[in-house]
């Protein structure tokens, strides 16, 4: 079973433009996250999506935001980059939306986001 | 919310050495516990998993955890190192039926041949 892809996985930006992401979850998972692995913080929740919708979302202003496509891919876009937006953003699938079919995330190799 | 702590941001030993990685979070009620490994340059993969049941829990390449609900831990654990084993490990809390797993900052495992 292939797992977790995502694409780009390199993308150089300037402050101010916009960017977009997508993941490809693994086939049969419905819910994908989605976070941002920083040297200084570490991993952080994004958000979640399920069946089209947003479930939950973390501590990001507006200019992060996604969506989820009835074939469970999902997207990501940042508008107005900063310098701070520089990271890694990964993506993870997991089979459903609630409990241990939730709580077992897998993870995609990461798009690397330079904002230069 | 709940918070993971990781003891230590980077540890180096020998090949052979026996590993313990600490792991504590702050939540008081059922949680399912992660180790997630980055080897440099690949992407997060899970190491091992605990959801309910024996609390020491074995994971791939000789890796195990031990949770102790008492002192809210869940350290992980190898015997013996391989230089193999050179990546970043982080451990993972989510609440049973929560919303978003939180992450430790992570440990730099660096093993010398």
């Known amino acids: 079973k292939a797992g977790v892809t995502q694409t780009p996985r390199y993308l150089i930006k300037t402050r101010g433009q916009q960017v977009t992401l997508s993941c490809s979850p693994i086939s049969g998972h419905r819910s994908v996250s989605w976070y941002q692995q920083t040297p200084g913080q570490g991993l952080q929740f994004l958000f979640e999506?399920?069946?089209?919708?947003?479930?939950n979302k973390g501590n990001f202003p507006g200019r992060f935001s996604g969506r989820q496509f009835s074939n469970s891919r999902s997207e990501m876009n940042v508008s107005t980059l900063e310098l701070g937006d520089s990271a890694l953003y990964l993506c993870a699938s997991s089979l459903g939306s609630s409990g241990r079919a939730y709580n077992e995330q897998f993870f995609g190799p990461g798009t690397r986001l330079t904002v230069l | 919310a709940q918070s993971v702590s990781q003891h230590n941001h980077h540890v180096i030993l020998s090949e052979a050495a026996s590993l313990e990685l600490g792991c504590n979070y702050s939540y008081g009620g059922t949680v399912n516990l992660f180790w997630y490994v980055q080897y440099p340059g690949q992407h997060l993969q899970l190491l091992l998993k605990?959801?309910?049941?024996?609390?020491l829990v074995k994971g791939i390449k000789g890796f195990e955890a031990e949770f102790i609900k008492s002192k809210f831990s869940f350290n992980l654990r190898k015997p013996s190192v391989q230089w193999s084993d050179t990546a970043e490990y982080f451990c993972a809390v989510i609440p049973e039926y929560g919303n978003k797993l939180v992450f430790g900052a992570g440990t730099i495992l660096r093993v010398k041949s």
């Open positions: 999506y399920f069946s089209e919708t947003q479930r």
């Open positions: 605990y959801f309910s049941g024996d609390p």
